[in-house]
């Protein structure tokens, strides 16, 4: 079995979302309900995001259009693109994690035993939600530093900071949640998601 799931019986008939709460369900009624909302949540923030891409991508045609055909200097479609695809990317990330989409070695899979791989997805996953709440911690002093001291960007425009350290952080706080469901889910029955 892949830590994705692509080799799963069933994977093509049930959404990663859908076998992730099933998983989490069977294995406690709590962890189950907590699976559902972070992926109704999820779900929710990835058509936003989507929409956040579209918008980045019309504003930055907007801004080659402008400049090339009209000669006019652009102040804030570049830095407004780059607030839209950073929120997109930050929170989005527990969308994917829910899906295990991020980035893994599979090559290690094969060569470990059973037993040994479960110890080492839980080891990475373990690592993986210290540094993803250290992260989030992190972001949110940057949050809670730009808002009070009223950091703006140093752009013509000068848009307020705390705009990407709230997305930066909401996102960051979402996957590591996604990961400590998913380390629970492991520990407590062995892992299904």
């Known amino acids: 079995m892949s830590a994705h799931g ?10 990663p979302e859908a076998r992730a709460v099933s998983a989490a ?18 779900k929710a923030i990835v058509i936003l995001a ?14 080659v259009v402008v400049r090339f055909v009209f000669h006019a200097p652009t102040y804030w479609q570049d830095e407004a ?21 991020h980035v893994a070695i599979e090559a290690l899979t094969a060569l470990l035993s059973p037993r040994v791989n479960a110890a ?10 210290l540094f993803c709440a250290f992260f989030s911690w992190k972001s949110f002093t940057l949050l809670h530093e730009a808002w009070e001291d009223g950091h703006i960007s140093s752009s013509t425009w000068g848009p307020p900071m ?3 350290y709230s997305l930066m952080s909401i996102g960051m706080t979402l996957l590591t949640v996604q990961i400590a469901l998913q380390l629970a889910c492991a520990l407590a029955g062995g892992r299904k998601s």
Not at 81 to 101: D, E, S, Y
Not at 120 to 129: E, N, T
């Open 6 to 15: 692509f080799e799963m019986p069933g994977a093509a008939t049930a959404s």
């Open 25 to 42: 369900q069977a294995v406690h009624p709590v962890l189950g309900a907590l699976q559902m909302a972070l992926a109704g949540v999820n």
């Open 50 to 63: 989507s929409l956040a891409l579209i918008a980045a991508s019309v504003i930055l045609s907007y801004s």
């Open 81 to 101: 693109a780059v607030f839209l695809l950073v929120g997109a990317t930050f929170m989005t990330a527990a969308w994917v994690q829910g899906r295990r989409g």
């Open 120 to 129: 080492r997805l839980i080891l990475v996953d373990f690592a993986s939600f």
């Open 162 to 164: 705390w705009i990407p």
